[in-house]
């Protein structure tokens, strides 16, 4: 390793920070992925459900009450909630969108989901408005679609009920007046842009379901049991309901996750492969300047056996003293993310604005132990050569 001599010691040292800069990346790169992941199951799991269950024909889950019990007693279900969801179309005095709409039991949804956690202006309340000359009821809705309704706190606006009724009828579309009450912000897209809360009985009404629900959601103690939890619910309900859970509802999004995870840990990958054939090159530099030495130690009783060791070890050294910086380098820049938040995403693309590095120390030590092993195998052939210089050679030189 100090070789005396300034180019080989600089190749060596350039050799270990190639490896460094393989796995830091590599490592970073995990962290984001991994942040990536966590970020958007917790925020889109804090505002729809681990499990869900649909109605297969109807469409309306006509008794519900005893249902969310029934499920509620299931040993890892916290807590179950009915609720109605609608695509419909939303106007206010300066503009109108689609919206997809919610209605709610605020009792119960409180216990399934974030929204109440998640309001940044007003309150997690819906209680009707009374005033003199009419009762309105309230509504909740997200940042970024009262932002495009150019709506606040206390505003009203226009909900239409648009089903297949009203069209076949060729009737115009029902229509209710809501006051927002609410502003939340769970910093997805998708939510804060397009959903609105309203209660279970204004829904019903407005979206002329009788006293039924569109589906059921629960919160389980842990998300990664939702798929036996399923089977099980399934089973128990007499398989009268189609039983989804998270990461198969949602099984697109989490699929291309990991597949981009793959495809970038391979590609940055291949810096350690070129780190590889930097310290391929140093070890063949370092053979030819040392022969003399190795001529030496050949003479006073070295085996071939003993100088591939030495080059081989030499290799190793590079590679451990890369990984460490590696590891290193990563660990660092990583707090530095999650303590200034440098990195910013567009949330329009990414769901989010802002994401926390999350380190997942087996993914670090794959990381090394592959880089150890492709160092090793870097080794090999220089030392090889090392190994088959002849003494008699050398000496005569």
């Known amino acids: 390793m100090k070789s005396g001599r300034k ?55 006509e008794d519900y009450m005893p249902l969310v019990k029934q499920v509620e007693e299931i040993d890892g279900v916290i807590a179950a909630s009915p609720f109605i969801y609608y695509k419909t179309a939303i106007s206010s005095a300066s503009g109108g969108d689609g919206v997809m709409v919610r209605g709610i039991i605020p009792e119960l949804e409180e216990n399934t989901a974030n929204i109440k956690k998640d309001i940044i202006l007003g309150e997690y309340d819906f209680r009707p408005l009374i005033t003199e000359d009419d009762t309105i009821q309230t509504m909740v809705i997200g940042n970024q679609l009262a932002n495009r309704l150019g709506v606040y706190l206390g505003e009203s606006v226009i909900l239409y009920s648009l089903n297949k009724e009203t069209f076949s009828r060729k009737s115009p579309p029902k229509l209710a007046k809501f006051y927002i009450a609410g502003i939340f912000e769970t910093g997805m897209h998708e939510f804060d842009g397009q959903l609105a809360y309203i209660s279970l009985e204004s829904a019903q009404k407005l979206f002329k379901t009788g006293d039924g629900v569109t589906a059921i959601h629960l919160k389980l103690e842990d998300i990664y049991m939702a798929e036996d939890l399923s089977a099980l619910i399934d089973g128990i309900l007499g398989f009268k309901y189609d039983v989804i859970p998270w990461n198969v509802l949602y099984k697109q999004l989490f699929t291309w ?105 087996y993914e670090f030590l794959l990381a090394g132990v592959f880089t150890i092993f492709i160092c090793f195998l870097a080794a090999i052939f220089p030392a090889h050569q090392a190994a088959k210089l002849s003494v008699i050679k050398v000496l005569r030189k």
């Open 7 to 61: 180019f080989l010691s600089l190749s060596t040292w350039i050799s270990i920070v190639g490896v460094m800069l393989g796995v830091g990346v590599v490592c970073f790169v995990m962290a984001l992925h991994n942040g990536f992941e966590s970020e958007i199951r917790s925020r889109l799991l804090g505002t729809t459900s681990h499990i869900s269950i649909f109605p297969k024909q109807t469409g309306i889950i």
């Open 257 to 361: 996750i990991e597949i981009e995870k793959i495809v970038l840990m391979l590609g940055f990958l291949l810096i350690v492969l070129v780190a590889a054939f930097s310290i391929i090159s140093t070890l063949v530099m370092m053979t030819m300047e040392k022969r003399q030495e190795i001529g030496i130690l050949k003479t006073i009783g070295f085996t071939p056996a003993a100088i591939r060791k030495v080059f081989i070890l030499n290799g190793l050294w590079i590679g451990f003293g890369g990984v460490f910086a590696g590891w290193l380098l990563a660990i660092v820049a990583i707090a530095i993310q999650n303590e200034f938040e440098i990195i910013s995403l567009p949330p329009d693309i990414y769901f989010i604005s802002y994401l926390p590095f999350v380190i997942k120390w």
